[in-house]
C-alpha cells in the first residue's frame, strides 16, 4: 500500500505487485486516472484487477465496489445545512479528512461544499488526521479547544470512531452545547457514538 495520496507511488507498488506474480489486486485509487495503464497492463497478464472505495476512471478494471463520493459528500452536506438552519447566524464548521489530495475524499469534500452552499453553514477549515484513529481524535480535541467558536464538524470519513465514545470528550463537550457531528461511513463502532448520543447522523 502507498502511505500518501501519491499516485506515481502506487503505480510502483502496483508493478512491484505485478512482477511479484499476484493472482488479484483490490485498489483503492489515489487518482481517477494515472493508474489506467498499469491496471491495463495487470489485466493483460491475467491479473485480476477490481477498485474499492475511489475508482479508476476510464480503467478496463473488473468493478468497483463503493458509493458515488461526490453523492455521498452532497448529501452528507444537505443534512448537515437541515441542521445548521435551526440555528441563527453562521454555524462555523470544520471538516474532517483523511489524506489531501486522495480522489475519494476529496471528491466527499467538493460534494459537501456544493451541499452546504446558499446555506448559514460556514466552513472555517479543514483538518488532516492522515487515516490515523489516534490522530483523528488528537486532531479533533486540538482544534474543538483552540476555537471555542466552533459550532460543528463533518467528518468525510469515520476514523474518529473507531475508539471508544469516552476517548472524545471534547466531542461530547460540543455536542452538549448544541453543536453539530456528521459524519460519512456506517460501521458497527460507530453506532456506539449513534447510542450515546455523540452524532446527530452517519452517512
Given at each position: 500500500?502507498?502511505?500518501?495520496?501519491?499516485?506515481?507511488?502506487?503505480?510502483?507498488?502496483?508493478e512491484g505487485l505485478i512482477q511479484s506474480g499476484v493472482d488479484g489486486m483490490l485498489i483503492s485509487?489515489?487518482?481517477?486516472?494515472?493508474?489506467?495503464?498499469?491496471?491495463?497492463?495487470?489485466?493483460?497478464?491475467?491479473?485480476?484487477?477490481?477498485?474499492?472505495?475511489?475508482?479508476?476512471?476510464?480503467?478496463?478494471?473488473?468493478?468497483?465496489?463503493?458509493?458515488?463520493?461526490?453523492?455521498?459528500?452532497?448529501?452528507?452536506?444537505?443534512?448537515?445545512?437541515?441542521?445548521?438552519?435551526?440555528?441563527?447566524?453562521?454555524?462555523?464548521?470544520?471538516?474532517?479528512?483523511g489524506v489531501l489530495g486522495a480522489f475519494n475524499l476529496e471528491e466527499r469534500i467538493r460534494g459537501?461544499?456544493?451541499?452546504?452552499?446558499?446555506?448559514?453553514?460556514?466552513?472555517?477549515?479543514?483538518?488532516?488526521?492522515?487515516?490515523?484513529?489516534?490522530?483523528?481524535?488528537?486532531?479533533i480535541d486540538d482544534f474543538t479547544n483552540a476555537n471555542p467558536d466552533l459550532d460543528g464538524w463533518?467528518?468525510?470519513?469515520?476514523?474518529?470512531?473507531?475508539?471508544?465514545?469516552?476517548?472524545?470528550?471534547?466531542?461530547?463537550?460540543?455536542?452538549?452545547?448544541?453543536?453539530?457531528?456528521?459524519?460519512?461511513?456506517?460501521?458497527?463502532?460507530?453506532?456506539?457514538?449513534?447510542?450515546?448520543?455523540?452524532?446527530?447522523?452517519?452517512?
Amino acid at each position: 500500500a502507498s502511505l500518501k495520496s501519491d499516485a506515481a507511488e502506487q503505480v510502483q507498488v502496483i508493478e512491484g505487485l505485478i512482477q511479484s506474480g499476484v493472482d488479484g489486486m483490490l485498489i483503492s485509487s489515489n487518482d481517477p486516472s494515472a493508474l489506467n495503464d498499469v491496471i491495463a497492463k495487470a489485466m493483460s497478464e491475467g491479473i485480476k484487477v477490481a477498485t474499492f472505495d475511489a475508482d479508476i476512471i476510464g480503467s478496463n478494471r473488473m468493478f468497483y465496489i463503493g458509493v458515488d463520493n461526490y453523492e455521498v459528500g452532497k448529501l452528507g452536506g444537505k443534512k448537515y445545512a437541515e441542521f445548521a438552519a435551526k440555528k441563527e447566524g453562521p454555524v462555523k464548521t470544520a471538516l474532517l479528512t483523511g489524506v489531501l489530495g486522495a480522489f475519494n475524499l476529496e471528491e466527499r469534500i467538493r460534494g459537501f461544499k456544493d451541499g452546504v452552499k446558499g446555506t448559514n453553514v460556514e466552513i472555517v477549515s479543514i483538518q488532516v488526521c492522515e487515516d490515523d484513529i489516534n490522530k483523528a481524535v488528537q486532531v479533533i480535541d486540538d482544534f474543538t479547544n483552540a476555537n471555542p467558536d466552533l459550532d460543528g464538524w463533518f467528518f468525510i470519513g469515520g476514523w474518529p470512531f473507531f475508539p471508544p465514545p469516552d476517548s472524545l470528550g471534547t466531542l461530547k463537550k460540543l455536542i452538549d452545547r448544541g453543536g453539530l457531528v456528521i459524519s460519512v461511513d456506517n460501521f458497527y463502532p460507530m453506532l456506539d457514538f449513534v447510542e450515546a448520543g455523540m452524532t446527530q447522523m452517519l452517512i
